[in-house]
């Protein structure tokens, strides 16, 4: 081989391990995409059982259950339809009735969904980008005149 062929070898053999290193964390963080919806657009979506996503909303007033350990039941609300969340850990400390939340996780085969976790505003003037922008959207979240 001459001295321009191994240059060129090397200059091919790195080009083809970046594009291998890329495909591969193009993969990985396409497994680990879930999607965002409010209860509202799920009457509209095709969400299948097992299926990650992102439900965000409102904690529904007076739905709140606590279970047996640290399952706790609730509803998310868009102020249209709500959607029936079953979770199970540690809830976050400012998690109450009607404040903003994201839960992730998967619809069970009953209709339920299971949540893996839950993420709740963390003072008085924030509320999720994603729960916000869409509760705007549907004329249910004004902000407040402070802001």
Same mark, same amino acid.
């Given at each position: 081989?001459? &001295?321009?062929?191994?240059?060129?070898?090397?200059? %091919?053999?790195?080009?083809? $391990?970046?594009?291998?290193?890329?495909?591969?964390?193009?993969?990985?963080?396409?497994?680990?995409?879930?999607?965002?919806?409010?209860?509202?657009?799920?009457?509209?979506?095709?969400?299948?059982?097992?299926?990650?996503?992102?439900?965000?909303?409102?904690?529904?007033?007076?739905?709140?259950? &606590?279970?047996?350990?640290?399952?706790?039941?609730?509803?998310?609300?868009?102020?249209?339809?709500?959607?029936? %969340?079953?979770?199970?850990?540690?809830?976050?400390?400012? $998690?109450?009735?009607?404040?903003?939340?994201?839960?992730?996780?998967?619809?069970?085969?009953?209709? %339920?969904?299971?949540?893996?976790? %839950?993420?709740?505003?963390?003072?008085?003037?924030?509320?999720?980008?994603?729960?916000?922008?869409?509760?705007?959207?549907?004329?249910?979240?004004?902000?407040?005149?402070?802001?």
């Amino acid at each position: 081989m001459t &001295r321009k062929q191994k240059r060129l070898s090397v200059i %091919v053999a790195g080009l083809a $391990f970046l594009g291998a290193a890329t495909g591969l964390t193009f993969y990985a963080l396409g497994q680990k995409a879930s999607y965002f919806y409010m209860p509202g657009d799920l009457a509209t979506a095709t969400v299948q059982p097992g299926q990650r996503i992102r439900l965000g909303g409102l904690v529904e007033r007076g739905t709140i259950e &606590r279970g047996q350990g640290a399952t706790v039941a609730f509803s998310v609300t868009d102020k249209q339809k709500s959607v029936k %969340v079953t979770y199970t850990g540690i809830l976050p400390d400012l $998690f109450r009735e009607e404040q903003g939340v994201i839960t992730e996780g998967s619809f069970g085969p009953d209709g %339920v969904f299971v949540a893996d976790s %839950v993420l709740a505003k963390h003072d008085e003037r924030y509320m999720p980008k994603e729960v916000a922008d869409g509760l705007k959207a549907k004329g249910v979240w004004q902000e407040s005149k402070s802001e």
